[in-house]
């Protein structure tokens, strides 16, 4: 039973930092993307970043509101992918979660892009 598990999630004040985890079993994803994707309150799931797998490995994508701040990253001896969040806004406030990505999609922001998912971790960022 493949399952993907995000911790690391929390309230923080405005400024600050956190760091997401993101625990898969059941199979290893160390040769496809993996993503992480955010939904606020009364929005649609947003893209955030993605990291490529496979020989060609390690190449990183962001949505334009986190690059400078966020920083995606995976250990596939782990099975397990980060999320390094600084400067943290308010605004990025959402539950956020991982996904494992189809075989083929190299840097894929499409949630359908995307085969598993986590459950989800909650960030709250005070003003």
């Known amino acids: 039973q493949v399952q993907l598990v995000e911790s690391g999630g929390g309230l923080v004040q405005g400024g600050g930092s956190l760091r997401l985890s993101c625990a898969a079993s059941?199979?290893?994803?160390?040769?496809?993307?993996m993503g992480w994707f955010r939904q606020a309150p009364g929005k649609e799931r947003e893209f955030v970043a993605t990291m490529s797998g496979g020989w060609n490995g390690g190449s990183t994508y962001y949505v334009d509101s986190v690059k400078g701040r966020f920083t995606i990253s995976r250990d596939n001896a782990k099975n397990t992918v980060y999320l390094q969040m600084h400067s943290l806004k308010p605004e990025d406030t959402a539950v956020y979660y991982c996904?494992?990505?189809?075989?083929?999609?190299?840097?894929?922001?499409?949630?359908?892009?995307?085969?598993?998912w986590g459950q989800g971790t909650q960030v709250t960022v005070s003003s």
């Open positions: 996904a494992a990505g189809r075989p083929g999609y190299r840097l894929p922001e499409r949630s359908n892009d995307y085969l598993y």
């Open positions: 059941g199979r290893t994803f160390s040769n496809v993307a």
